[in-house]
């Protein structure tokens, strides 16, 4: 990899919005997961009283 | 093995014991495939340095397609089997399709403007990626329309069917056409055009992408059978009322 190329931004710029959009993809994924569970257990507990 | 797994729980008895294997094997090729993309790998003769976007590129584009076939055919074994999971697999399947197809044209887009000049041009290749971001958005949106999961099932599972017939146009635009893009050089009759040293990177990223996608798709299954399994429960206690 040469580190002076002019080009570099645009492989950066291609290998930050690769990162960003998956890791945006597998918080969004994750963060549902949490949220489907905390309901879950909130009706159950609900269902149990 | 469709049988086996038409009970949920089996399901998702058999993912839990996948997942931690797969989530190794992804950080794995993902810390290989970038050693080789960014550090291992050459410049290209005429692309310089601008050729390594190709490694993030060329897999969000195989699997753009790969996942929009694989939702047909989940929504084909559904149509026609009543599969239970068939539509599940369906539905969490297209936002992470969405996802990567949204990659290939965004990192396309990046690696166009210093090799082509612009960002963008509606040449074959380009405009059908771009119709089948189309197709995924569309039917995304078919699923959050209806109240009732049973229609969106019905329309969505016609929307992946019919839109598959995009899968072939995005293929064999570069042949079919006269494009800006350049023809396929991996996935061809003739074997790889593409030198040793620039494959292997190149096929370990298209492993960790397809890796991840397998990882991230069993737990957005598994989101979708708790949903169900939530939504189910709420209709059950109202009746019961």
């Given at each position: 990899?040469?580190?002076?190329?002019?080009?570099?931004?645009?492989?950066?710029?291609?290998?930050?919005?690769?990162?960003?959009t998956?890791?945006?993809?597998?918080?969004?994924v994750?963060?549902?997961?949490a949220?489907?569970?905390?309901h879950?257990?909130?009706?159950?507990?609900?269902?149990?009283d | 093995?469709?049988?086996?797994?038409?009970?949920?729980?089996?399901?998702?008895?058999i993912?839990?014991?996948?997942?931690?294997?797969?989530?190794?094997?992804?950080?794995?090729?993902?810390?290989?495939?970038?050693?080789?993309?960014?550090?291992?790998?050459?410049?290209?003769?005429?692309?310089?340095e601008?050729?390594?976007?190709?490694?993030?590129?060329?897999?969000?584009?195989?699997?753009?397609?790969?996942?929009?076939v694989?939702?047909?055919?989940?929504?084909a074994?559904?149509?026609?089997?009543?599969?239970?999971?068939?539509?599940?697999?369906?539905?969490?399947?297209a936002?992470?399709?969405?996802?990567?197809?949204?990659?290939?044209?965004?990192?396309?887009?990046?690696?166009?403007?210093p090799?082509?000049?612009?960002?963008?041009?509606?040449?074959?290749?380009?405009?059908?990626?771009?119709?089948?971001?189309?197709?995924?958005?569309?039917?995304?949106a078919?699923?959050?329309?209806f109240?009732?999961?049973h229609?969106?099932?019905s329309?969505?599972?016609v929307?992946?069917?019919?839109?598959v017939?995009?899968?072939?146009?995005?293929?064999?635009?570069?042949?079919?056409?006269?494009?800006?893009?350049?023809?396929a050089?991996?996935?061809?009759m003739?074997?790889?055009?593409i030198?040793p040293?620039?494959?292997?990177?190149?096929?370990?990223?298209?492993?960790?992408?397809?890796?991840?996608?397998?990882?991230?798709?069993?737990?957005?299954?598994?989101?979708?059978?708790?949903?169900?399994?939530?939504?189910?429960?709420r209709?059950?206690?109202?009746?019961a009322?």
């Open positions: 990899m040469d580190w002076t190329s002019p080009h570099l931004g645009f492989v950066s710029a291609a290998y930050g919005v690769s990162l960003i998956l890791a945006a993809i597998a918080f969004a994750f963060l549902r997961r949220s489907l569970k905390r879950l257990q909130k009706f159950e507990s609900k269902q149990g | 093995m469709i049988q086996v797994l038409a009970n949920p729980n089996r399901f998702l008895k993912a839990h014991a996948i997942l931690p294997f797969a989530w190794a094997a992804t950080a794995l090729c993902f810390a290989v495939g970038l050693y080789g993309a960014i550090f291992a790998s050459p410049a290209d003769y005429q692309q310089g601008t050729v390594r976007i190709m490694y993030v590129h060329v897999p969000a584009a195989w699997m753009g397609l790969f996942v929009y694989l939702m047909a055919i989940a929504s074994v559904a149509l026609i089997f009543r599969h239970p999971l068939a539509d599940v697999a369906a539905k969490a399947a936002p992470l399709g969405a996802a990567y197809c949204f990659l290939a044209l965004a990192t396309g887009s990046i690696w166009g403007k090799m082509w000049g612009t960002w963008w041009v509606w040449d074959a290749r380009l405009t059908s990626m771009f119709v089948l971001m189309l197709l995924y958005l569309g039917y995304i078919i699923w959050r329309s109240d009732d999961p229609r969106a099932a329309l969505a599972r929307v992946a069917l019919v839109g017939i995009n899968i072939p146009i995005v293929k064999f635009s570069v042949d079919w056409w006269n494009t800006l893009h350049q023809p050089s991996v996935v061809k003739s074997g790889p055009a030198d040293s620039m494959l292997w990177p190149l096929l370990t990223m298209a492993v960790a992408y397809t890796l991840l996608f397998l990882c991230l798709h069993l737990t957005a299954m598994e989101n979708e059978i708790m949903d169900r399994k939530l939504r189910n429960s209709l059950k206690s109202i009746e009322r």
